[in-house]
């Protein structure tokens, strides 16, 4: 059973990498992968009854980050339809590529780390929309958008799904993990970022042309933009205090606030007709998201699932302990492979395999694993959930990704893990 399940994760890993090629999309190559995976898996399981269980399970955990996900988005869109982000790039004077992506790179790296890699994404990524033109610029700047979220959300407990499981669990603490891993994470976007900032030195930016008088989409006034903006914002900044105050998973408190954004969205449009305020609404908003994207995810949530479940992960982790040894060498390996699968189940695989009475908290174990599992994910655009939700975005290819961004993330991730290791060698 356990070659099976692997092969068909493979050949599903290698339909959604190709998806180009062979002119499948990803999703439905994601959804296919899960289906015949947990098939699989339950007709030659001793109990269904068990399988159903531990389905229901991983659709609990992907069904939350899927509707934060949509909460997210619908935020983006919302903000975007009344010219919100006007705000921002009104105040971006900036002629260059290369200073951009400086700013960019620095304003994601810091901001990820307040909110959180997913959401940081999808803010920034459609930021890029209102600011470049040409489409190849902003898959650049997506790819370094992509490093300096999972590199901004390494360091601090709520920045990264990785860090707050390590958080909640008890491995790392909040002034700890802070102080241990911050170089580490900036030398991550650092590295990447001097040399793609390099690339495009001298090329102009090319900002998208604005159609006057159009008449499609409503203009709004200048209270309803900067509104629906700070609010939006708000909203999206306010989860992470909403999850420590509640206890609450975070996805409730992204619907919570999207039902509050739709409440202030309708009472200010009250006054205009149907057609005008059509645009404007969350209803609009809501068709508007990417639901291929959306499925994506789940497909992909659902067939990681299985490995976890059947223990093939875990498995994989004891290998590594007993055939390599070395703490440092294992930890950097499991960041290398969550390029490749979720960080989320190797994370819980190694919480499960090393105690903390064996490894106390903000021991050097932890704090690498948060760093090495929360920027690992960069190499490979679906290694992480930033990049999942860039890739829906701006229909970014697996394979130019691979080509063009892939070598610098890999880089960075190399060179935070050497200062790391230096580092914890001086301090301790």
């Known amino acids: 059973m356990l070659t099976a399940l692997s092969l068909i994760f493979v050949l599903a890993y290698l339909a959604i990498a190709l998806e180009h090629p062979i002119k499948v999309n990803k999703s439905a190559s994601a959804l296919v992968g899960a289906g015949l995976l947990w098939s699989v898996y339950a007709m030659?399981?001793?109990?269904?009854?068990?399988?159903?269980?531990?389905?229901?399970?991983?659709?609990?955990?992907?069904?939350?980050?899927?509707?934060?996900?949509?909460?997210?988005m619908t935020i983006v869109e919302v903000v975007d339809a009344h010219d919100g982000f006007e705000v921002i790039t009104s105040r971006?004077?900036?002629?260059?590529?290369?200073?951009?992506?400086?700013?960019?790179?620095?304003?994601?790296?810091?901001?990820?780390?307040?909110?959180?890699?997913?959401?940081?994404?999808?803010?920034?990524?459609?930021l890029m929309k209102k600011l470049l033109d040409k489409r190849e610029d902003r898959l650049f700047f997506a790819g370094i958008i992509i490093i300096a979220?999972?590199?901004?959300?390494?360091?601090?407990?709520?920045?990264?799904?990785?860090?707050?499981?390590?958080?909640?669990?008890?491995?790392?603490?909040?002034?700890?993990?802070?102080k241990g891993v911050f170089i580490a994470s900036m030398a991550n976007l650092l590295v990447p970022l001097t040399v793609m900032a390099w690339v495009l030195r001298g090329k102009p930016v090319v900002p998208p042309t604005r159609i006057a008088g159009g008449g499609e989409?409503?203009?709004?006034?200048?209270?309803e933009r900067n509104t629906v903006f700070v609010m939006g914002l708000g909203v999206l900044v306010a989860v992470p205090a909403f999850k420590t105050l509640t206890q609450l998973p975070p996805f409730m408190g992204i619907l919570f606030g999207l039902g509050l954004l739709w409440l202030v969205a309708d009472l200010l449009h009250?006054?205009?007709?149907?057609?005008?305020?059509?645009?404007?609404?969350?209803?609009?908003?809501?068709?508007?998201?990417d639901m291929s994207s959306i499925t994506f995810f789940i497909g992909i949530l659902l067939a990681v699932a299985t490995l976890e479940h059947t223990h093939i992960l875990?498995?994989?982790?004891?290998?590594?302990?007993?055939?390599?040894?070395?703490?440092?060498?294992?930890?950097?390996l499991i960041g290398l492979v969550s390029a490749v699968v979720d960080n989320v189940p190797l994370v819980a695989a190694s919480m499960g395999m090393y105690s903390l009475t064996q490894y106390p908290p903000d021991s050097f174990?932890?704090?690498?694993?948060?760093?090495?599992?929360?920027?690992?994910?960069?190499i490979l655009i679906i290694g992480s959930a930033a990049g999942v939700a860039a890739m829906g975005i701006e229909k970014i290819?697996?394979?130019?990704?691979?080509?063009?961004?892939?070598?610098?993330a890999l880089l960075g991730y190399l060179a935070g893990a050497v200062l790391y290791i230096l580092q914890y060698n001086l301090t301790h």
């Open 365 to 378: 174990l932890w704090e690498f694993m948060a760093y090495c599992a929360g920027t690992g994910g960069s």
């Open 217 to 223: 989409v409503p203009q709004t006034s200048a209270f």
């Open 92 to 126: 971006i004077r900036t002629t260059k590529l290369s200073s951009l992506m400086w700013l960019v790179g620095f304003v994601t790296f810091f901001l990820s780390s307040i909110l959180d890699n997913l959401t940081t994404a999808i803010v920034m990524v459609s």
């Open 314 to 332: 875990s498995s994989i982790a004891a290998w590594l302990d007993h055939q390599v040894g070395r703490q440092d060498i294992i930890v950097m």
């Open 397 to 408: 290819d697996f394979l130019w990704y691979a080509k063009k961004v892939s070598p610098y």
């Open 44 to 72: 030659t399981a001793a109990d269904a009854k068990v399988v159903s269980a531990e389905l229901g399970e991983s659709l609990m955990g992907t069904a939350q980050i899927v509707f934060f996900l949509i909460g997210a």
């Open 149 to 178: 979220a999972n590199a901004g959300g390494a360091w601090t407990p709520i920045g990264d799904v990785t860090t707050t499981m390590l958080w909640i669990g008890g491995q790392v603490t909040t002034a700890a993990i802070m």
């Open 270 to 289: 009250r006054a205009k007709d149907d057609d005008q305020k059509e645009h404007l609404s969350l209803v609009s908003a809501l068709a508007r998201i």
